[in-house]
């Protein structure tokens, strides 16, 4: 499979992208600067980077052009929620449906459904990603949306808690958020489904093909 992945360079998309390498997709890593494009592609011999802002959608049909998935793992560490986190992502989901690149996985946030339970430094950015996460549910794509607690940057243990509510809070390592979401692009148990995802017991992939799926909005 030819994956795009927005957010390449960040932290969880170095993750990402590594693994999609690893397990035989062909990558193409998406960063805004080109002093960046070195770094990424040292992540994998299948690794191409390309250049491309999520804040100028004139450039991300080259980007997306060819691919198979998207894979959104972008994020504006809250200086542009609004042109980042929610255009950017619907520019991007735009693309995929035009290129033809049918499955898209979306890194949103725990509590986008509900920013008001959170600290109101929060709130602003969990609305954006709400929005994203609806606006890519009304497409035509595969969609799946990944909703991780607050992100460490301890080592990944590769078990996680998923579930629609998990009526808790936590956290969960980088590496285990990309773990799911490169394996929830390749489950169908994921399609249509949003899930909520914290660290926990439970081998990744068991935890995903546990999903319900189908058009999930919780």
């Given at each position: 499979m030819q994956v795009l992945v927005a957010g390449a360079h960040g932290p969880t998309g170095q993750h990402t992208v590594r693994l999609l390498a690893e397990r035989g997709h062909d990558v193409r890593a998406m960063v805004h600067r080109e002093s960046y494009a070195g770094e990424v592609e040292a992540l994998g011999d299948r690794v191409e980077a390309v250049v491309?802002?999520?804040?100028?959608?004139?450039?991300?049909?080259?980007?997306?052009?060819?691919?198979?998935?998207?894979?959104?793992?972008a994020g504006s560490n809250g200086e542009d929620v609004w042109g980042v986190d929610r255009d950017g992502a619907n520019a991007l989901v735009d693309e995929a449906e035009d290129a033809g690149a049918d499955r898209f996985v979306m890194l949103s946030a725990m509590n986008a459904d509900a920013p008001e339970d959170s600290p109101e430094a929060l709130r602003e950015y969990?609305?954006?990603?709400?929005?994203?996460?609806?606006?890519?549910?009304?497409?035509?794509?595969?969609?799946?949306v990944v909703r991780p607690g607050a992100l460490s940057d301890d080592e990944g243990t590769e078990r996680v808690s998923v579930g629609d509510d998990l009526d808790r809070e936590?956290?969960?390592?980088?590496?285990d958020v990309a773990a799911t979401m490169v394996t929830a692009l390749e489950l169908e148990a994921t399609h249509g489904a949003t899930f909520e995802l914290l660290s926990g017991d439970e081998p990744v992939e068991?935890?995903?093909?546990?999903?319900?799926?189908?058009?999930?909005?919780?």
């Amino acid at each position: 499979m030819q994956v795009l992945v927005a957010g390449a360079h960040g932290p969880t998309g170095q993750h990402t992208v590594r693994l999609l390498a690893e397990r035989g997709h062909d990558v193409r890593a998406m960063v805004h600067r080109e002093s960046y494009a070195g770094e990424v592609e040292a992540l994998g011999d299948r690794v191409e980077a390309v250049v491309a802002d999520l804040t100028e959608p004139e450039t991300l049909a080259d980007a997306v052009r060819g691919c198979d998935a998207v894979v959104f793992a972008a994020g504006s560490n809250g200086e542009d929620v609004w042109g980042v986190d929610r255009d950017g992502a619907n520019a991007l989901v735009d693309e995929a449906e035009d290129a033809g690149a049918d499955r898209f996985v979306m890194l949103s946030a725990m509590n986008a459904d509900a920013p008001e339970d959170s600290p109101e430094a929060l709130r602003e950015y969990l609305r954006a990603k709400a929005e994203a996460d609806a606006y890519l549910r009304e497409s035509d794509l595969t969609w799946t949306v990944v909703r991780p607690g607050a992100l460490s940057d301890d080592e990944g243990t590769e078990r996680v808690s998923v579930g629609d509510d998990l009526d808790r809070e936590g956290d969960v390592p980088r590496e285990d958020v990309a773990a799911t979401m490169v394996t929830a692009l390749e489950l169908e148990a994921t399609h249509g489904a949003t899930f909520e995802l914290l660290s926990g017991d439970e081998p990744v992939e068991a935890a995903l093909r546990g999903l319900a799926g189908g058009d999930s909005e919780s």
